[in-house]
């Protein structure tokens, strides 16, 4: 049994240790929001937070989320009111929408690390992370946008 | 016939002390070797370097050609980018260096880069100590001469602070092993770990001296 800390809540699971936690989240716990693009860490849909970082979740075996905090989008705030959150509805950012759990989950270490993105701050960020329809511009502006909201929150 | 008696003695006396000299001559040998790579690995290296300008070249060819393959120079660009494959590409997503060498924010090596290799081919190879070398000690292996690099490595401003001791013992630091364990569809280093170590060692052993510029 291994027992995993998911969105503050504990789950155990009789499941594979080399489990990807990616197939754990979907499959076993039922968070879909977190989806399966390439499964070879290339392409950024499926990132969540592991003790804050932005890990693929597609090659992150469930031994390694062990005893660590996994967030992943459906917990990243508690009314989907997170500045990114609310940047992307402000600015219709999804076109398709597969890739924006990732996208935001990226964006959130960002903002958390570097308050004050530049342009390049944020395509150095976010590089990984591939959009197939192409709204990496509007995405590129509602990181802009919700560094700004959150700092004229304070 | 009693020549030939007088003879058989003889040449079998010869045949034991031809013998016995070969089997004490390789024992002798066997033991010097040991000796000799228990004092590479002793903590004052310095003492045991006899200079020999000759080897030394010899042996950095050998480093040379493992430090410049794919396996260790991706992992020392001469930009901030790693890079990738057995043709040394950029490092698809182009994820930057950082100041630690750990990559930046959302882009750190090991949110994709597991404690092991993942399986299957194309998938990320794994270290639980996965990073480049961090921004103000880049150590660049891409683009190096063998007369740069071999200067460059033994140059503790350069190298990591890095004394001859520290240098041997890099030989087996973990991410270095991994050049010989990188996952699925990846050549390894052109010699084995076993004789790279060798050679590594008699560069430095025997005066670390640096090819000449051509």
């Not at chain 1, 027992?3 to 699971?13: C, M």
Request: glycine share 8%; charged share 20%; aromatic share 6%.
């Amino acid at each position: 049994m291994i027992t995993l800390n998911i969105n503050k809540k504990n789950y155990k699971l009789d499941a594979d240790p080399n489990t990807p936690l990616l197939w754990v989240l979907r499959d076993n716990i039922g968070l879909v929001g977190t989806k399966y693009g390439c499964g070879v860490a290339q392409c950024g849909a499926c990132v969540v937070h592991l003790d804050g970082e932005a890990v693929r979740s597609c090659v992150t075996k469930i031994s390694r989320a062990q005893g660590k905090k996994v967030v992943t989008i459906e917990g990243l705030s508690a009314s989907n009111n997170h500045p990114l959150q609310k940047a992307w509805l402000e600015l219709d950012v999804s076109q398709c929408g597969y890739c924006q759990a990732g996208q935001i989950m990226s964006a959130a270490v960002l903002l958390r690390e570097n308050k004050s993105p530049t342009s390049q701050d944020i395509d150095d960020a976010m590089a990984g992370n591939i959009c197939r329809c192409g709204t990496y511009l509007r995405i590129k502006e509602a990181i802009q946008l919700a560094a700004k909201e959150s700092s004229s929150d304070k | 016939m009693k020549q030939f008696y007088n003879k058989r003695p003889s040449s079998a006396l010869r045949t034991f002390f031809v013998l016995g000299s070969l089997f004490l001559f390789v024992g002798i040998m066997a033991f010097g070797s040991n000796l000799s790579i228990d004092k590479q690995s002793a903590i004052n290296v310095k003492t045991n370097v006899v200079k020999d300008s000759v080897a030394s070249v010899n042996a950095f060819k050998k480093v040379y050609a493992v430090l410049m393959s794919p396996r260790c120079m991706n992992c020392h660009p001469a930009g901030d980018v790693p890079l990738q494959g057995d043709d040394s590409h950029p490092h698809a997503m182009l994820p930057k260096r950082g100041l630690d060498g750990k990559g930046v924010s959302a882009m750190k090596c090991s949110n994709c880069h597991q404690p092991t290799n993942t399986p299957g081919p194309n998938t990320p190879p794994g270290n639980p100590n996965w990073h480049l070398p961090p921004a103000d000690m880049k150590m660049v292996f891409e683009g190096r001469s063998p007369y740069q690099l071999a200067k460059q490595l033994v140059d503790p401003k350069q190298n990591g602070h890095k004394d001859m001791k520290k240098l041997i013992e890099h030989a087996d630091d973990d991410l270095v092993l991994a050049g010989w364990n990188m996952g699925e569809g990846r050549a390894h280093p052109p010699l084995s770990h076993a004789e790279f170590k060798k050679a590594w060692i008699t560069w430095l052993t025997t005066g670390a001296y640096a090819p000449q510029e051509k």
